[in-house]
């Protein structure tokens, strides 16, 4: 026989559980379209036009000063322009914890798609106007832009999915990042625009879903856990609610966020330095700055670099090589798609092993077979095996699920700091790889990959004994698991985070008023 609480929190499951509407569906992609797909599109938007790009900036210098661009000057411009996305990202990242607390979700991702509009105009007129400065300055800007588009969209799409939903909704932003590389990458084949005409238009492309998403994100609720638990705007609240789940009946959800608002009311909002120095959240924070380092020093840039010459070595034609590579950003947008329908019945835990556990396996192999493709001749197609394999593990888990977890792992305070942390870690990682391997292909070749086994073995063996599954939890039974791993308590009744040591900036006055009345109970 079943007790009376058993039966409400049955019941309260049962409630909690959404189904997948028009209007959060129309949300979803519009906001993955408009702001994640260009994340992907301008990762490799530049490379097929490249040559063209750089013999544009050659011929601009030799107009203005006479003489031909020196080779080294010439590469320093190239590498800036290749370097400044991911360090604008690095920068969007640092913006997001202001913007979203003061602008929320929807108007935060407004506000960018006026960084990317302007940004797609002034590449798209640069070779015009004969300036090749003005191309490196949109990269930085479109940066900053993918730097908010990635911490924002998760966060936006996490806080308005249901929870039996919300791996899946949360795995669509990775979705439509790997559609704008599979896309830039098609546009970018030289019999469409990756030509010397077609160059400027390839890049000016990226305008287009912002606009679209500046004219139709305006007519779709914002983010009812914000407007809630921060705006304090209940009515509100539950008019967003009541249009994505398609029914009147919100209670379930009002109540849970009602919990998570007291849990968090004295705490008030989270910056990065009281997240960084709170006990209560020590695990959260390390696990997603392991995760975040884990998905961009794992090595996919070096795989993705050594591409084309593993497939020219096991004998693909160099006039090929460009449709072999978009065949590879095909493959990892259809596993990215797979890990959309199996994230809720398999969970982020296995995904997240998995998806390192291919990616380590296949570093070993990698370096194993490049180092006797030159003896054994069939260690060539070994190594295509091992790229593939790759793809597929870094696709179903290494990209998608850290951002799910942030957005999972922190409640409303502290989530947008978090994400804040997290973007900034995998900007950084990012701009590093970038920047780092060059060199450590040059000085360890094919043994770079040894590297990149050893952090994806690390991470493993860290989320194995320490990230929890989350998978259909709500925010505040997440919480549970986590506070008992930071040895912190969790009051049933008032859902409040007690950490009996001196918090820094967080309301000293409360948690003295908080222990002394803790103290006459206990007596």
Known sequence: MKLKGERQSSANNEGSKGKMTLILAMVTLISAFGSSFQYGYN???????????????NQTYYNRTGVPMDSSFQTLLWSLTVSMYPLGGFFGSLIVWPLVNNCGRKGTLLISNLLSITAAILMGTSELAKTYEVIIFSRVIMGIFAGLASNVVPMFLGEMSPRNLRGAIGIVPQLFISIGILIAQILGLNIILGNAEGWPVLLALTGIPSLIQLLILPFFPESPRYLLIQKGNEEQARRALQKLRGRDDVDDEIQEMRQEDRSEKEEGQFTVLSLCTFRGLRWQLISIIVMMMGQQLSGVNGVFYYADRIFLSAGV?????QYVTVSIGAI??????????IVESLGRRILLLAGFGFCCVSCAVLTLALNLQTTISWMSYLSIVCVIVYIIGHAIGASPIPFVMITEMFLQSSRPAAFMVGGS???LSNFTVGLVFLYMEAGLGPYSFL?????CLATIVYIFFIVPETKNKTFMEINR????????????????????????GLHMCFWRAFLCDWGKQQN
């Open 451 to 455: 590297i990149f086994c050893a952090i």
């Open 332 to 341: 990892n947008v259809i596993m990215t798609l797979l890990a959309v329908f």
């Open 425 to 427: 870690v995998h900007w």
């Open 43 to 57: 990762v490799s938007v530049i490379n097929s036009p490249a040559p063209y790009m750089q013999d544009f900036y």
């Open 317 to 321: 034609d160099e006039s090929s090589v």
């Open 481 to 504: 698991i986590m506070a008992k791993r930071n040895k912190v308590e969790i009051q049933e009744d008032k859902e409040e985070l007690k950490d009996f040591q001196a918090v820094p």
